[in-house]
């Protein structure tokens, strides 16, 4: 089996504090909070729901977070998704012809960011991989388009890009 140069996950604290849904799932529960300590009214325990809320959303993306691993080894990029039903996709690197990152500001202050990957693979054929909220997304990057090259050119595939004139 391939020695794995890198293995990493989502990041549950860099979707929490780096993205809009994430802030807003901290305001949601912390006004419930909120509500209730302070002068709430006649409303009871009621404002509670919203910090029940943003608990369920809170547990429901840390899920999704566990239930994702990514591998990054000399020869391919192993996806691994699923808790109760699993799936493992494999993108071979010397099919990527694409990587790029995407970014927001949240997502720069948090330290994460989006990999978005275009390949021949049957993975990925039809569509854009898109690896989100990947705490240190720049250097893996810069680590995956530098594996991809090595992959390459120990297989001696060269891409050429195909284009009609329309003349």
């Not at 029940?52 to 809170?58: E, K």
């Not at 109760?84 to 990152?101: A, G, H, N, P, T």
């Amino acid at each position: 089996m391939e020695q794995a140069k890198d293995t990493f996950r989502p990041a549950f604290g860099g979707w929490l504090w780096g993205t809009a849904a994430g802030l807003g799932t901290i305001v949601l529960g912390l006004a419930g909070i909120g509500l209730t300590v302070g002068a709430a009214g006649d409303w009871g325990g009621w404002p509670l729901v919203l910090t029940g809320i943003a608990v369920a959303i809170a547990l429901g993306r840390w899920l999704a977070v566990m239930s994702s691993l990514y591998e990054l080894t000399a020869e391919r990029l192993i996806l691994r998704r699923g808790i109760f039903l699993k799936s493992i996709d494999e993108v071979e690197l010397y099919r990527i012809k694409d990587v790029r990152m995407n970014f927001s500001l949240l997502n720069q202050l948090a330290g994460i960011g989006t990999i978005c990957i275009t390949s021949s693979d049957e993975t990925t054929r039809n569509r854009e991989l898109n690896l989100r909220f990947i705490p240190r997304a720049k250097q893996r990057r810069e680590m995956l388009r530098a594996l991809v090259d090595a992959a390459r050119r120990r297989r001696g595939v060269r891409e050429v890009d195909m284009f009609t004139d329309p003349l």
